[in-house]
């Protein structure tokens, strides 16, 4: 019986608080990217799911204090609340306005970046670095695994347990700074450097040089130097050839 209570309040926990979400979502996502009718439509959700709970928690918990004719007003008053708000659940994903506005978010996030290209060389570099440093943190992933699944099985005290779980965080840290380290040298190592501090100019998913034009080293503004330094290159190599 009480296993099935706690059971019974998470679920209620669980859709009251999805349906405060969805309200909350129409007034902290800017801009909109869905249909205005969502906006009400979300709202409507939240008073239903709200109440639903409410209700809810009532019959578990109240049940014995309650007349016949209340509890039966309140079991179908609940059943209609359910029922409107998975029909505006469902409208929302049958009409389309679902995937219509996860695409306008998307397009609208990408307005707003200014993305540097950069010299084709320097950005088959940075390609190089990206898919060994993936392999990497791969690995990386696979040996945690393996820690963490062969200490579990050979630990069945508490404080195995816990020696386990310190040690895969031990294994954890130590294989990041590994692995930042080595993408760091790769970096430099092929050449894709900065040119004014000679760091790294590969970052991983942050992407400084792409997003900023910077240098995720020492912070300065590097593309156009790197963009010249590589046109000048290019002149160059067609200056040698002609020479022949
Ligand atoms: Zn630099």
Request: glycine share 8%; charged share 20%.
């Amino acid at each position: 019986m009480h296993s099935l209570t706690a059971f019974g309040f998470a679920h209620i926990a669980i859709i009251a608080i999805g349906a405060l979400l969805l309200v909350l979502s129409t007034f902290f996502t800017r801009p909109w990217p869905y249909a205005e009718w969502v906006k009400a439509a979300f709202w409507i959700l939240g008073v239903a799911g709200v109440t639903w709970a409410t209700i809810r928690f009532v019959l578990l918990f109240g049940d014995s204090s309650l007349s016949r004719q209340m509890h039966h007003f309140l079991y179908v008053t609940q059943l209609v609340l359910l029922g409107i708000a998975f029909g505006i659940l469902a409208l929302f994903f049958v009409s389309g306005e679902a995937v219509r506005g996860i695409r306008r978010w998307r397009e609208l996030k990408e307005q707003d970046r200014v993305i540097y290209d950069l010299p084709p060389k320097l950005s088959e570099l940075r390609l190089i670095c990206a898919r060994s440093h993936n392999r990497r943190v791969l690995l990386l992933t696979a040996i945690l695994c393996i820690v963490l699944v062969a200490g579990l099985l050979s630990t069945h005290t508490r404080d195995g347990l816990i020696a386990v779980v310190a040690l895969a965080g031990a294994v954890e840290i130590i294989g990041f700074v590994v692995v930042i380290r080595r993408a760091k040298q790769q970096s430099v190592e092929l050449g894709f450097a900065c040119p004014i501090c000679h760091g790294a100019l590969y970052d991983g998913r942050a992407n400084r040089l792409r997003f900023r034009g910077e240098c995720p080293q020492c912070k300065r503004f590097v593309i156009d130097l790197l963009a010249q330094m590589s046109s000048n290159q290019a002149l160059e190599r067609t200056a040698g050839r002609c020479d022949d």
